[in-house]
């Protein structure tokens, strides 16, 4: 076959005499150079390390952990509900043992308190 | 032929019957590399045996000692295994390899600083083929590494991914990071020096012969 430099296919007399010049000998040994130093690495290179598996699952897990802790104080805000603060009333107030703690659950409300609460505590003193 | 086309023949596709035998290669080939990144050694192994004649080929065209291009092309296949989560599996796996013998070639022909004619006269060491008839094919193997040698780098790479290894253009483009015009003007000039420095030897082998 009559081959040019301008084809723009592969020039097979070409390639065959490049291949052989280039060609190396015995390519299962240098396979199984590369699969020995691919297996020295292999640690590092995959993920057979333990501390790189627990590594990698951290991350999650400590998503995954704080997520739950958000919802449960979620959950237990919406639902399990009232704080102890929330509506003193006049019978609450005037419960209490002490003027010192009444004045106390006064104060800690979020809610002002009503002005009979403020005026029984005074009768109390 | 677009870099999505076919990858070149391997040797063992050479063999294979089938009428589609590229794209069921680049399949097979996708599925080995993702089972290789997955951790899987032996799917990486026979990517290693598919392509480690072909990685010689390409690394020793870079780097005229053997021994040199045998650890480029070593040191090709771990820095793959390395980053084979980069590799795209809807692309050919040959060239993605061959990219990273090049430039792995490249770099260790870079840190030794060999020039090609110190590796030529290594390569060739010997005294020089005489026209011995017993010694025909290591004289004209020997003349056509010389001249080989003493091409540039790119055009050496440029022709035996071409004509040895059967990659398109377009692929050799985006191997060597070259525009396709560069490609092709790179391999029509290594033809020519290598077709003249063949034919001149030819002569020269006929004359003493007869």
Redesign the interface.
């Known amino acids: 076959m009559r081959s040019s430099?301008?084809d723009?296919r592969?020039?097979h007399d070409?390639?065959a005499?490049?291949?052989?010049?280039?060609?190396?000998i015995d390519?299962q040994e240098?396979?199984d150079?590369?699969?020995a130093?691919?297996?020295v690495?292999?640690r590092s290179?995959?993920?057979?390390d333990g501390w790189e598996v627990l590594s990698a699952w951290a991350r999650p897990g400590l998503a995954a952990a704080a997520a739950i802790v958000v919802l449960a104080v979620a959950i237990t805000i919406s639902v399990g509900g009232s704080s102890p603060f929330e509506e003193v009333t006049i019978d609450d107030a005037l419960q209490t043992t002490t003027t010192q703690s009444a004045t106390l659950l006064l104060v800690a409300a979020p809610n002002p308190p009503d002005i009979d609460i403020v005026l029984a505590l005074s009768y109390e003193r | 032929m677009s870099w999505k086309g076919r990858s070149p023949p391997t040797e063992a596709g050479n063999r294979q019957q089938d009428p589609n035998p590229a794209r069921k290669r680049d399949v097979e080939e996708s599925i080995l590399a993702a089972r290789a990144t997955a951790g899987d050694l032996e799917a990486f192994g026979q990517l290693v045996e598919r392509y480690t004649p072909q990685a010689r080929r390409v690394a020793r065209a870079v780097l005229a000692d053997p021994d040199d291009g045998d650890d480029a092309a070593q040191d090709a296949f771990l820095s793959a295994l390395r980053h084979l989560g980069r590799y795209d599996p809807s692309r050919p796996f040959g060239p993605w390899l061959m990219r990273i013998v090049a430039n792995a070639a490249a770099d260790r022909r870079r840190r030794r600083k060999v020039r090609a004619a110190d590796e030529l006269s290594e390569a060739t060491s010997g005294g020089g083929p005489g026209p011995d008839v017993e010694t025909d094919r290591w004289a004209f193997l020997a003349a056509f590494r010389r001249a080989l040698a003493l091409l540039p780098e790119r055009q050496r790479l440029a022709v035996t991914l071409f004509d040895v290894e059967g990659y398109s253009h377009a692929q050799i483009a985006e191997i060597l990071d070259i525009p396709q015009g560069t490609v092709r003007s790179d391999v029509f000039h290594a033809r020519r020096r290598l077709r003249t420095a063949l034919v001149t030897w030819q002569h020269h082998w006929k004359e003493e012969v007869v």
């Open positions: 430099p301008f723009h592969p020039l070409l390639g005499a490049l291949r052989e010049a280039l060609q190396p390519n240098f396979v150079r590369v699969m130093a691919a297996r690495g292999d290179l995959f993920r057979g």
